[in-house]
Nanobody
Framework: QAQLVESGGGLVQPGGSLRLSCAASGLPLDEYTLGWFRQAPGKEREGVSCFKSSDGTTYYADSVKGRFTIGRDDHKNIDTVYLQMNSLRPEDTAVYYC???????????????????????WGQGTQVTVSS
C-alpha cells in the first residue's frame, strides 16, 4: 500500500536544529512535486517547502528561507524526502506533514495550495516543538 510516513520531530530549544524525514513506499517520487507542510494550533495548514522532481525547482515559505532545506535521500533503499531545519524559532512549532503534489503546475503554486494540488496521502505528521 502506498504511503508516506513522517519522522524526526521532537522538542528543541530556540536556535536548535532538527531533520525531518518522510519515507515513501509504493510511490514513484520522481513523478511528483514533493512537499512539507505544517499546521500550528488554531491555524490552517501551510506549505513550508516543496521540491519539483522534474526540473529541480524549489519553494520555501518566506518565514523559513535561509533556515530550512528540502532534499531527497535514498537511505537503505528507502526513498526519503527530508527537511533540514536550522535556527528554529518558537513560531516553527507545529505538526509537520509531507505529501506529494500534482506536478503539472509550478512548485510554488502547488506548495501554497495543497488543498488543490495535494494527493490524499496525509499521514499522522510529526510534532515539532521549539521552546526553552
Amino acid at each position: 500500500q502506498a504511503q508516506l510516513v513522517e519522522s524526526g520531530g521532537g522538542l528543541v530549544q530556540p536556535g536548535g536544529s532538527l531533520r525531518l524525514s518522510c519515507a515513501a513506499s509504493g510511490l514513484p517520487l520522481d513523478e511528483y512535486t514533493l512537499g512539507w507542510f505544517r499546521q500550528a494550533p488554531g491555524k490552517e495548514r501551510e506549505g513550508v517547502s516543496c521540491f519539483k522532481s522534474s526540473d529541480g525547482t524549489t519553494y520555501y515559505a518566506d518565514s523559513v528561507k535561509g533556515r530550512f532545506t528540502i532534499g531527497r535521500d535514498d537511505h537503505k533503499n528507502i526513498d526519503t524526502v527530508y527537511l533540514q531545519m536550522n535556527s528554529l524559532r518558537p513560531e516553527d512549532t507545529a505538526v509537520y506533514y509531507c505529501n506529494i503534489l500534482a506536478p503539472q503546475t509550478t512548485v510554488q503554486r502547488a506548495c501554497v495550495a495543497p488543498e488543490v494540488y495535494a494527493y490524499d496521502y496525509w499521514g499522522q505528521g510529526t510534532q515539532v516543538t521549539v521552546s526553552s
